[in-house]
């Protein structure tokens, strides 16, 4: 293992702007909320001192039990003060949680969300709706938690899916929001604030671009920026971009609606990172709350907040696009040679690779099985990079992603840059003979920071930019580009179409030994024996997930508070493994009409579904094999297994009781609406086509209805990738402005071919 860092450097603040004046619940509705929260999680204590409007009593004997349950987890000192500690809190007595609900409601929801779940609230307080809900007249707030509890277990069963579907969302807002804020939840599982391995580093020092204000009676006079190529978007299509355009000596300026923020915040804390680094607070369901989708918004795009997986295009996934949709640069040594390209940038290799217990537990699992499984290529530059935290950023630098690699060598070849700037839409000349629109650049509002440099105080300067460009490459991913295109007119029907997501289910596993899951490389590994189950190239792969408590808590499902809360110090001793399917289904983006959000409509295929559920299976006979003790999926209804303790020695995976719980996973599949999914990876919505009929963009990245305007993604994927996107992201990137390179200096404006 390598070595611990013994004097790690405590992460610079990074202070939330404050929450709004308006409150976005009110009174009622507050007192509701937070009677829930600490129902889900609720203040535990010995039956004799409790009390019931606020505690949940338990009998002495079952309370001593806890403590000794908590205790067993124990390995660094903690105390039993610690353990009393953490079984009597509860949500309500957190003014962060409180402050991060304000957030929720107020910010991050759409606004019709947040008024159907406060709608809900209010129904809980009427005595008629009450009675309906809960099976009494007495508001939810005035029940006893033992009371409270028992309505929410009803719920979980109900007859009726929306009851079911409410019970899903609010305990899992409870349970997210508890995990990013709780005091005792970090000292309990011995988590420490920073990652025990790695050095801090100082990055790159990068400039941005600062633009004055104006007198009162001239706000509504832009400034007006000129340049050959202007990118929306710093993400892992843009950056490579931009370090390519830069370096073939053309004035390039790359513009993002996020801030940077230097690895001296990094790792932030999780209630911060989820809000500064990703959309929506750190997530978004489906319009049918399906599927949950985090996508990252930050300075450097997911390449800031990706697990360092760097696997290459898949040749079935290449001969799909190829042959089967006509465009056959992804079977050409063109494409093969801007994967290595990239791949070499970032150092990406497997030679430095220290697999920690989760992915070592995937790579000997499948062997003993006999199933396909290999290392993941890392963009880690040789280094042994054993961190775990990169999902709130990257103290170290040692992962090369966008702001290591791509964005500096845009920066050192001339590039200016441009955070804050939120595009508005593409700008257009129109031929008036022929009505085609040729690209001239982009609009939309540049935000300042703060008096003190950061976001959390109100913005110096709020100005509109138009920013002329002789070519305007479009990078703000899957969810913003097609956004972005619709706003500026362009009418092809595919625009926002055919989202792909790689949804995912996960399963966890606790072993006897203390595993600390946070600890080493995310994702090293991956099992490759099912990722073609229908002979079409869909299927699963299995991986290993991210081990932050507030990614990992807010998971598991809830039975009761006072087991939750006997589960969650368990996490020291469990593993966490998804199944990821190629989907075969897809879904839409399409703008909030309240306020213009990304929103998106999406649910996995039965087939998708039926995938994924095979590969939950194979997830549990991996842990089974490497003798975990206790195995459980995130499938409502699903009992736990426990391994018995004699009877299924040397049976490898025949042993019954194993199989009878397979069986219970089999039978039960995906009940719907309670399931969710999780998406990471977006891709799709502008895709590349072979004319306009079938996709958005040409197979070099020119947007099909105009000249001059190019998209450079995950969006313009043919389909899903399979793998994780981001090297595909970066090569279909550099190939696209590789050949836009080439156009602007032979003075070429007609549409390339390959």
């Known amino acids: ?165 409410l019970f899903r969302s609010l305990t899992m807002l409870v349970k997210q929001n508890w995990a990013k804020t709780s005091p005792t939840i970090g000292p309990t599982l011995s988590f420490p604030r920073v990652p025990l391995h790695g050095t801090p580093s100082p990055g790159f020092a990068y400039s941005f671009l600062q633009l004055p204000p104006l007198p009162p009676t001239h706000q509504d006079e832009p400034e007006i920026l000129d340049t050959d190529i202007v990118i929306v978007g710093s993400g892992c299509g843009g950056a490579v971009c931009g370090a390519n355009l830069a370096a073939a000596g053309h004035r390039v300026l790359v513009t993002d609606k996020a801030f940077y923020w230097p690895p001296e915040h990094f790792p932030m804390t999780q209630s911060d990172a ?207 580009s097609p956004l972005i295109l619709k706003r500026s007119g362009l009418k092809n029907a595919h625009i926002g179409k055919h989202l792909k997501l790689h949804p995912v289910n996960l399963v966890g596993a606790i072993y006897d030994e203390e595993i600390r899951p946070w600890e080493g490389g995310i994702l090293t590994a991956v099992v490759s024996e099912f990722e073609n189950m229908d002979g079409k190239g869909h299927g699963v792969k299995l991986e290993s997930a991210s081990m932050i408590p507030a990614f990992w808590l807010t998971s598991l499902f809830w039975r009761g508070g006072l087991e939750y809360k006997l589960l969650t110090p368990r996490m020291s001793h469990t593993v966490g493994h998804f199944a990821l399917v190629r989907d075969t289904g897809e879904g839409e983006v399409y703008a909030d009409p309240s306020d213009g959000r990304s929103r998106f409509r999406y649910h996995p295929s039965k087939k998708d579904k039926q995938h994924l559920l095979d590969g939950l299976l194979a997830c549990a006979k991996i842990n089974y094999i490497e003798g975990a003790k206790e195995i459980f999926c995130m499938i409502p209804g699903v009992s736990n297994f426990v391994r018995p303790d004699t009877g299924c020695e040397n049976k490898g995976i025949n042993c019954s009781h194993f199989n009878t719980w397979l069986d219970e996973v089999k039978k039960k599949g995906f009940p719907n609406p309670e399931s969710f999914f999780v998406s990471a990876h977006q891709m799709g919505t502008c895709r590349m086509g072979k004319s306009a009929g079938y996709g958005v963009v040409d197979q070099k990245g020119k947007v099909w209805e105009t000249e001059g305007l190019y998209v450079a993604d995950a969006s313009v994927f043919p389909s899903a990738s399979g793998v994780n996107p981001m090297v595909t992201n970066m090569a279909i990137a550099d190939w696209i402005s590789t050949n836009l390179a080439k156009d602007l200096k032979t003075g070429g404006s007609e549409r390339a071919k390959l």
Not at 33 to 50: F, K, M, Y
């Open 1 to 165: 293992m390598p070595k611990i860092n013994t004097s790690p450097v405590t992460p610079k603040a990074s202070p939330l702007p404050p929450v709004s004046t308006t409150d976005p619940l009110t009174p009622s509705q507050w007192r509701t909320l937070l009677a829930l929260a600490d129902t889900v999680i609720p203040s535990i204590v010995p039956e004799t001192t409790a009390n019931s409007s606020e505690e949940l009593g338990v009998p002495e004997t079952v309370y001593s039990s806890a403590l000794t349950t908590i205790e067993t987890t124990f390995h660094h000192g903690q105390t039993k003060e610690l353990a009393r500690e953490y079984l009597n809190e509860r949500p309500s007595q957190i003014p962060a949680f409180r402050e991060l609900i304000h957030r929720l409601f107020g910010t991050h929801l759409p606004t019709d969300v947040a008024k159907s779940l406060a709608t809900s609230l209010t129904l809980l307080e009427y005595r008629a709706s009450a009675f309906l809900l809960t099976g009494s007249p007495a508001p939810f707030s005035d029940q006893p938690v033992d009371v409270r509890q028992a309505i929410l277990r009803s719920w979980s069963a109900a007859i009726l899916p929306p009851i079911r579907l």
């Open 274 to 480: 989820f809000i500064h680094m990703y959309m929506n607070g750190g997530g978004q369901f489906s319009d049918d709350a399906s599927t949950l989708l985090v996508a990252a918004q930050t300075w450097g795009g997911g390449g800031t907040v990706n697990w360092s997986a760097c696997l290459q295009t898949q040749g079935f996934v290449r001969e799909e696009w190829s042959r089967g949709l006509g465009l056959d640069f992804f079977t050409s040594a063109d494409f093969q040679a801007s994967l290595d390209r990239v791949c070499g940038r970032m150092g990406a290799g497997t030679e430095a690779i220290e697999h920690n217990f989760g992915n070592r537990v995937l790579l000997e699992g499948a062997r003993k099985l006999g199933w396909n499984a290999k290392a993941v290529p890392q963009n880690t530059g040789g280094k042994t990079h054993y961190c775990g935290y990169c999902t709130l950023g990257c103290g170290s630098c040692e992962k090369r992603g966008t702001v290591v690699s791509f964005l500096p060598d845009a920066a050192k070849a001339g590039a200016q840059f441009m955070e804050g700037f939120d595009c508005d839409k593409v700008l257009f000349e129109v031929d008036k003979g022929t009505g085609r629109k040729t690209a001239t650049g982009v609009v939309g509002t540049w935000t300042s920071r703060d008096e003190n440099g950061g976001v959390a105080g109100p913005p110096l300067v709020k100005r509109k930019v138009v920013i002329r460009a002789k070519r305007v490459i479009i990078s703000a991913g899957t969810m913003q």
